[in-house]
């Protein structure tokens, strides 16, 4: 079976710009989330969606969006690039939203550069 | 608020050595606990789990136990191989219905040297 795909899995733009990251989940999980992980730091948690829902949102600027469509497939946002966003962004997903013992499983992610 | 924190590395250890990464969190209640594995290039690959205090998690001949008491889960392995040179991070899903938001530490690099 597939796992979490992610593309695309390299990106560069420069500042000002606005770049859409997509991602496909595990088939039959309804629970995708979004992480940054900046070089040497662990994943910081962007948003979570959840049957087309936002169900949690970290503390990123308004910049950032996403949504989740009826295929369960999530896109991430980003505009205004800064050169803080250069990182790698992550996409996890899961059955559910969210029980004690599910984990999450997470995509190769897409490493974005900002010039 | 809740959070992980792991010891710093890197750790560059000879093959067939004992490896602990220590990892402590604070969290309400009874967070779930995480490790997972990033190799080169790749996304985060859950390691093991638990769920509630006293649970061991243990995988691929690494082990964690759920310690309450001092707010632990560290990771072990008996003997390590070159093959498991990889950033390690521990991780926390709060208790309560909080959905999917995980809390990360800031992952511990690990080199097995033959």
């Known amino acids: 079976d597939a796992g979490v795909t992610q593309s695309p899995t390299h990106l560069i733009k420069t500042r000002g710009q606005h770049v859409t990251l997509r991602c496909s989940p595990i088939?039959?999980?309804?629970?995708v989330s979004w992480y940054q992980q900046v070089l040497g730091q662990g994943p910081q948690f962007i948003f979570q969606?959840?049957?087309?829902?936002?169900?949690g949102r970290g503390n990123f600027p308004d910049r950032f969006s996403a949504r989740q469509f009826p295929n369960y497939s999530s896109e991430l946002n980003v505009n205004a690039l800064l050169l803080g966003d250069s990182a790698l962004y992550l996409c996890?997903?899961?059955?559910?939203?969210?029980?004690?013992?599910?984990?999450?499983?997470f995509g190769d992610g897409t490493r974005l550069s900002i010039l | 608020g809740d959070s992980v924190t792991q010891m710093e590395g890197p750790v560059t250890l000879s093959e067939e050595a004992f490896l602990t990464i220590n990892c402590t969190y604070t969290?309400?209640?009874?967070?779930?606990l995480f490790w997972y594995v990033q190799y080169p290039g790749e996304g985060l690959q859950l390691l093991l789990k638990?769920?509630?205090?006293?649970d061991k998690g243990s995988n691929k001949g690494f082990e964690a136990t759920y310690r309450k008491e001092t707010t632990s889960f560290h990771l072990e392995k008996g003997s390590v191989q070159v093959s498991d040179s990889a950033v390690y991070f521990c991780?926390?899903?709060?208790?309560?219905?909080?959905?999917?938001?995980?809390?990360f530490g800031t992952g511990t690099s690990l080199t097995v040297i033959p």
């Open positions: 996890a997903s899961s059955h559910g939203q969210g029980a004690r013992a599910e984990p999450q499983h």
């Open positions: 969290a309400t209640g009874y967070p779930s």
């Open positions: 088939s039959g999980h309804k629970s």
């Open positions: 638990a769920t509630k205090a006293d």
């Open positions: 991780a926390l899903r709060p208790s309560g219905n909080t959905g999917n938001q995980f809390y």
């Open positions: 969606y959840y049957e087309k829902e936002e169900r």
